[in-house]
């Protein structure tokens, strides 16, 4: 073996997935086409409440927050305001910040903790046995690993080579995306509107620059068109109802919007995560998110299978799809109902539009369970029957003694027990994927608390004693 796991695409996902390993010991190569600092601007723009959480347990959430703009509310459709201000997290704001600055922090990161990174590097086969995967560069080059990630996007040659399927359609076409610069500042919201059967979008990086995603109803053209300034000038005064003085453009694309899933993330010593896994519409900014929130998932899971008998690390790696399969399902929903809502024609559709937003206006439940999804604080997993009603969910940040926080006991990428003030040191047993339970940082919590929590290191309740 050359080294324990190839991850195969050096995107958010994948730098996160590779420090994540490297933290935990293993050995790790990341394999990516790209030249070596090449920029990478893309269409993700937004970070939510728990990716940040995630960053904050790795210690980069701070110093990306000072690069972005914390937007508090989101405008849906120039009708509904969804305030973030009351999520029960530390950052009660998405985050407008350029994709690049999240791939630096994460990169340097998985550097710092001794993951190797191999550019120019484009995989074009790989084969996989009982001990492990070899694959083949498009210069010849071969590379064996115990176990192989395949983060490399919605074409995902690491899909393809395993043989597993994509299935889903095209849900909208010759959407445009442009960074740009406004004479005119708009309102400090992220801005979603639709009207004249098109689609608009609008966010601030905080920096000067702002991220316009549209799409214009009558108007199908080939990716491979170029896009121009008036064509996005176009579509922002038809949905926005002004184009703000757009200037001086540094990105402009044309681009597609799927929805599709993978039916299984893993085959054999081969998982997927991300959008290799799963892709869907821009609506809800939620892409970035949900593939960081794999790669959380995944990370400590695949550390442990690395150190585990094979039935046992195989049955750590078989909870990774039972968990987070039905987020990405979820998410494929949540995000294709918001594009379809925004898309929808004729009278019909906007009385159940105006029916639909006075009906979340006035409902708070309602507003909490939206916002708490969108910002994937809600999101828990299955837990054993019987179990206690935390298990599954994600732990909050709790203080702790000495002036810390859980977001800080976790940045060692262990198992934490989280035991109340003065009391004996509990027993909890161990938990899947726990190695060694002599291994787990023990904290007491400051807040008065009388629960026992064993937190696994994504986050995530593993186990609970007491009320």
């Known amino acids: 073996m050359n080294t324990d796991v190839i991850v195969v695409g050096a995107g958010p996902t994948g730098l996160l997935l590779a420090g994540d390993l490297a933290t935990a010991g293993a050995r790790v190569t990341v394999l990516e086409k790209r030249p070596a600092g090449l920029s990478n601007l893309t269409r993700a723009f937004a970070v939510h409440a728990r990716s940040l959480e995630v960053l904050d347990a790795r210690g980069l959430a701070d110093e990306l927050v000072a690069k972005g703009q914390p937007v508090r509310a989101i ?21 407008v910040v350029p994709q690049y600055e999240v791939e630096r922090l994460l990169r340097r990161r998985a550097e710092e903790a001794g993951a190797v990174f191999r550019h120019d590097t484009e995989v074009t086969s ?18 064996r690993a115990r176990y192989l990630v395949g983060t490399d996007g919605a074409r995902s040659t690491v899909r393809s080579a395993v043989g597993i399927p994509f299935p889903g359609k ?11 610069r406004l004479a005119r500042k708009p309102a ?3 801005s979603v509107a639709a009207a004249n059967d098109s689609l608009g979008f609008l966010a601030p990086f905080g920096d000067g620059w702002y991220r316009f995603i549209g799409w214009q109803g009558d108007r199908s053209v080939s990716e491979d068109e170029p896009v121009d300034l008036d064509e996005v000038r176009s579509i922002a005064r038809a949905t926005l109802g002004d184009d703000f003085g757009m200037s001086e453009p540094r990105f402009l694309s044309r681009f597609h919007s799927d929805e599709r899933q993978a039916p299984t993330y893993r085959k054999g010593r081969v998982l997927l995560a991300g959008d290799a896994a799963h892709v869907h519409s821009p609506a809800g900014g939620l892409g970035m998110n949900t593939g960081m929130q794999d790669a959380a998932n995944l990370g400590w899971k695949l550390a442990a299978a690395l150190r ?5 690390g195989a049955a750590v790696l078989d909870s990774y799809e039972g968990e987070r399969h039905p987020v990405g399902k979820q998410v494929l929903r949540a995000s294709g109902g918001i594009l379809r809502a925004a898309t929808s024609r004729g009278p019909l559709a906007t009385l159940a539009g105006t029916i639909g937003v006075g009906i979340v206006s006035r409902a ?15 999101i828990a997993y299955p837990r054993p029957r019987g179990s206690h009603p935390l298990v599954g969910t ?40 726990e190695v060694d339970p002599a291994e787990r940082a023990m904290v007491r919590r400051a807040d008065g608390g009388a629960t026992t929590l064993l937190v696994r290191p994504d986050g995530y309740v593993a186990a609970v004693r007491g009320q």
Request: proline share 7%; hydrophobic share 50%; no cysteine.
């Open 126 to 143: 790989l084969a996989q046995d009982g001990e492990g995967v070899t694959v083949t560069a498009a210069d010849g080059s071969q590379l």
């Open 394 to 433: 994600r732990a909050r940040d709790l203080p702790l003694e000495g002036g810390s926080r859980l977001a800080e006991a976790l940045r060692a990428g262990r198992f934490v027990m989280v035991a109340p003030a003065g009391a004996p040191t509990p027993d909890l047993p161990g938990t899947l994927g």
């Open 170 to 180: 095209a849900v909208i076409r010759s959407m445009v995306l442009a960074d740009v």
């Open 188 to 190: 400090d919201t992220l």
């Open 364 to 378: 708070a439940p309602i507003r909490r369970r939206a916002a708490g999804f969108i910002s994937a604080l809600g």
């Open 308 to 312: 585990l008998p094979d039935a046992a």
């Open 75 to 95: 405008r849906l459709f120039q009708r509904l305001t969804v305030s973030l201000a009351d999520l029960p997290s530390r950052f009660q704001y998405v985050l």
